[in-house]
């Protein structure tokens, strides 16, 4: 058969059985049309004595995995709701002009630190040694590390407030 009589013969039956369904016509839609594609394609392979029955078959089998592929969506879906609602906020644009910000606050308060200052916090903050490996590499005691990181921590505090407008 040609489409187009496939298309004539079974559609109205087709629609109905999806819509009594899903009741989506758009999805109904797509899915008669699949069946027809997929009956066209194999027209020389069905039974002439029993079409409606494969065709209901494929409509059948086309359904089931309708179902299970809204079944699979709906749960990822799920999943990625409770989960972005556990540890990730929703992008904002305020947000993240602020975090660019104050990125750029930070990076530029480094960049101001004592050359010393900036290479102990640099290696303790954000390379993570420990302060005694930063001693022993740098050949200073564990007390002064300790003091160079407190500067940083202050360097960066004060620029944070000066960048926010806060005052003691």
Known sequence: MQ????NQRFRPALMSFFLRRIHNFAEAEDLTQDVIVRISERAATIDASRP???????????????????????????????VRGAWMDEIDPERALQSRQALSTVT?????????????FVLFRLE???QREIADLLGVSVRTVEQHVTRASLILRDSLRDENGVTE
């Open 128 to 130: 993570h040694m420990k």
């Open 52 to 82: 409606d029955a494969y065709v209901f078959q494929i409509a059948a089998n086309l359904l089931r995995d309708h179902w299970r592929r809204s079944k699979v969506r709906t749960s990822y879906e799920l999943e990625t709701r409770s």
């Open 108 to 120: 530029g308060a480094i960049r101001t630190m004592p050359e010393r200052t900036r290479t102990i």
């Open 3 to 6: 489409a187009e009589a496939l």
